[in-house]
């Protein structure tokens, strides 16, 4: 059974910080997907990796994926309040029917 | 604006109760997924349909039931409710059945009293 961790599950940080989530994953996938969530809202994606090595960005977020360490991280870059959210991983194992096995996601609490 | 439509987005109702919740994909996309949130179990995938045929099935319980429709909508059915069965259900769609992004709608809040 996939199972996908991430840590950690609650973050709080001040604004102009530095931090990184990270998202292990148990079994062989190429595709790994990071989505962001605001409370009582829908899920928002921010990135799709579909190799080793890949490295995306957009803003303060970068994110990377390593699937010989089966891990993917999730890099904030000094950070706004407008950051603030839940934010998922989701692993979608290469070859099945699409189905998303997610994270238990880390809340982030930006603070002034 | 996903593109994605989910109705109804709140539904309030009673142990042992049945309702039915709707999802309109996107235009263009064949496949529709359906998710739940919830505090226990966090996101976990039930089931997807693909042009009208269930295509994969996760941890969906056997007093759930879905379809999709010729017209590619999809309805998630919940019978006799228990409260643990409280959560938020999302609908996602994508163009095919296989390793494509999938966009979600705003979900459907269900309250069981």
């Known amino acids: 059974e996939l199972k996908v961790e991430q840590n950690p599950l609650f973050l709080s940080m001040q604004e102009g910080k530095n931090y990184t989530i990270y998202c292990n994953y148990s079994?062989?996938?190429?595709?790994l997907y990071w989505y962001r969530q605001d409370p009582g809202k829908s899920l928002e994606s921010l990135f799709v990796?579909?190799?080793?090595?890949a490295v995306k960005q957009e803003g303060r977020l970068m994110a990377s994926l390593d699937t010989k360490a089966r891990l993917s991280t999730l890099h904030i870059t000094a950070a706004v309040h407008d950051l603030s959210a839940t934010y998922f991983c989701?692993?979608?194992?290469?070859?099945?029917?699409?189905?998303?096995?997610f994270g238990t996601g880390t809340r982030l609490q930006v603070t002034l | 604006d996903s593109g994605v439509t989910q109705t109804p987005k709140h539904l309030i109702t009673a142990t042992g109760q049945r309702v039915t919740l709707r999802c309109s994909p996107r235009s263009g996309d064949l496949s529709v997924y359906w998710y739940q949130q919830s505090l226990d179990q966090g996101l976990q995938f039930l089931i997807q349909?693909?042009?009208?045929?269930?295509?994969a099935k996760g941890n969906i319980l056997e007093r759930f039931s879905a379809q999709q429709f010729p017209d590619l909508h999809s309805e998630l059915n919940l019978s006799s409710l228990e409260l643990g069965d409280s959560a938020l259900y999302f609908c996602?769609?994508?163009?095919?059945?296989?390793?494509?992004?999938?966009?979600f709608g705003d979900g459907t809040r269900l309250s069981i009293l």
């Open positions: 989701a692993v979608d194992r290469t070859g099945t029917a699409s189905k998303l096995t």
């Open positions: 990796l579909l190799s080793n090595g």
């Open positions: 349909y693909y042009n009208g045929e269930e295509r």
């Open positions: 079994t062989t996938s190429d595709r």
């Open positions: 996602a769609s994508s163009v095919g059945p296989i390793n494509q992004p999938q966009h």
